[in-house]
């Protein structure tokens, strides 16, 4: 199992509310993932299937053609695609080598599927994140 993955996706407001064990589960299903400096890691427009959260190196998010910010280690993008597989909404591009743990929807339904306390805490956390202003 990836270790740093535990301790990454800590950082990521959708699993914020996850115990140890849950985040391990999880963790246990992630890939780690390498591009080069330079690379296209998702393309805006794309199906998107990939949530990614970065171990090391730096990227770009650009949306039009136009930069919209950096990620750097600790950063995620794609939680999205976990639940829908829907188009990027924008180009993530490796600005130096790039170490990230990677999950795909396929893998990570099962896990929601199969423990209960892990689908409701995402809800949860989903609907605060995602709450429409009234």
């Known amino acids: 199992m990836p270790e ?20 391990d589960r999880i963790a246990a299903s992630m ?18 299937v990939g949530f990614f959260v970065i171990e090391e190196g730096e990227a770009t998010v650009t ?25 990027r909404t924008a180009t993530i591009t490796a600005e130096t080598d790039l170490r990230c743990y990677g999950l795909t929807s396929w893998e990570f339904r099962p896990l929601v599927e199969t423990h209960g306390s ?7 956390a989903m609907s605060k994140t995602y709450q429409s202003p009234s």
Do not use: H
Request: charged share 25%; hydrophobic share 40%.
């Open 4 to 23: 740093g993955a535990a301790n990454l996706l800590k950082r990521v407001p959708i699993f914020s509310d996850l115990d140890a064990k849950e985040l």
């Open 31 to 48: 890939k780690q993932r390498t591009f080069n400096a330079g690379d296209t890691v998702t393309a805006e427009g794309q199906t998107g």
């Open 63 to 87: 949306v039009g053609g136009d930069e919209r910010r950096r990620l750097g280690a600790g950063d995620y993008f794609g939680e999205v695609a976990l639940l829908n597989e829907s188009a």
């Open 118 to 124: 892990i689908a409701w805490k995402l809800l949860q």
